[in-house]
């Protein structure tokens, strides 16, 4: 039984998710009540996901994407803008409704031996989440439980259900972990870095099974990455995120194959190439370090990398969104 405190639109069409000039920023203070400035994990970003769409979120680490997730997932509240989740703002859950809303949103972690406690069993483990939301009935659960474990083609089910984490590979405990976001039937998945940590042979069979399960039920997934080279398989748009920003986004095709900011240019060119004749060609990639979120750079946030700077312009303004292409845009002033 899905809650119904978050209301969902007749209309499809509708986004599902709306963030307008979202910030989300971490105060740091010394001895508890020092201030020593604000981390900028999320500064002024705006998109919308629409419903049953699959887009991915890239970017180097520190970048502010998983922040950015979690601020989806209602775990940090936006310190300015807002996120508005089928037509109702985060900002205003609470309590039940907030408790609603978390059972909309499914997450895949990462780690997923850190993810899942190691006392409890796969049974438990996936029961948790319906108790935790009213699901009181024990056949009911028993039932979800081991659809969602077939779903996620850890079947037979009953193989699986009373091992703990110990006792699965690393590929079987991510499909647990999927299968522990799906439990509650949510309208959007977020997926931070779902395959980072597990060997190569298994990633593609993870990332097929999260797009088959995604275009199934007709969810919005969001993807977390740093990884461009496979979301060509698995996004039907990007947003590139630098230093708290989205600076690009398109659909996926267009993106890949025509970038158009230096950033995206520079993530691409970082790409390992499979072909061993090219495996000594020297790669031309921006010199220094992605910036300070405490103290970022003033105006466009890539300037002091960037092999295109042009000064009194990227150092003083803010680029805007520009649309260099159809459904292509890219904070860059090289586009002015």
């Known amino acids: 039984m899905s809650p119904s405190a978050v209301p969902r639109p007749d209309d499809a069409q509708a986004p599902l998710i709306a963030a307008s ?7 740091l203070r010394q001895w508890g009540f020092l201030r020593l400035g ?22 180097e680490s520190g970048c502010g994407k998983s922040s950015l997730a979690r601020t989806l997932l209602g775990l940090h509240r936006p310190t300015r803008g807002e996120v508005r989740f089928a037509g109702r703002s985060l900002g205003e859950l609470k309590g039940r409704a907030l408790k609603a809303y978390r059972a ?9 031996y850190g993810a899942l406690p190691p006392f409890l069993d796969v049974r438990r483990l996936l029961a948790e989440p319906l108790i935790v939301h009213g699901v009181r009935d024990r056949a009911e659960r028993e039932r979800r439980i081991r659809a969602a474990l077939e779903e996620v083609r850890l079947s037979p089910a009953e193989e699986y259900l009373g091992k703990f984490p110990h006792m699965l590979s690393g590929g079987q405990q991510q499909r647990v972990v999927i299968a522990r976001a799906l439990i509650l039937a949510p309208r959007l998945v ?27 039920r007709g969810l919005t997934l969001a993807f977390i990455t740093h990884d461009l080279s496979t ?26 194959d025509h970038p158009q900011h230096p950033y995206t240019q520079a993530l691409l060119a970082a790409i390992a190439d499979p ?59 090289l586009h002015r």
């Open 21 to 27: 000039d979202l910030h989300t920023w971490f105060e």
């Open 38 to 59: 604000a981390v900028r994990a999320v500064d002024g970003v705006d998109f919308t996901l629409a419903h049953g769409e699959a887009v991915a979120f890239v970017g």
């Open 104 to 112: 909309e949103v499914g997450y895949v972690q990462q780690d997923p």
């Open 190 to 216: 977020i997926a931070d870095e779902p395959v980072s940590m597990l060997d190569a042979s298994v990633r593609v069979e993870i990332l097929e099974l999260l797009r088959h399960i995604q275009c199934e």
């Open 231 to 256: 979301v060509r398989h698995y996004a039907e748009r990007i947003f590139v995120m630098y230093a708290g920003r989205v600076v690009e986004s398109a659909p996926v095709d267009d993106l890949l």
């Open 275 to 333: 072909d061993a004749a090219n495996a000594t060609r020297l790669r031309e990639v921006p010199a220094g370090e992605p910036p300070s979120l405490l103290h970022p750079p003033a105006a466009c946030r890539f300037h002091p990398r960037c092999p295109h700077f042009m000064a009194g312009v990227c150092d003083r303004h803010d680029p805007p969104d520009f649309e260099p292409r159809r459904r292509h845009r890219s904070a860059c002033w």
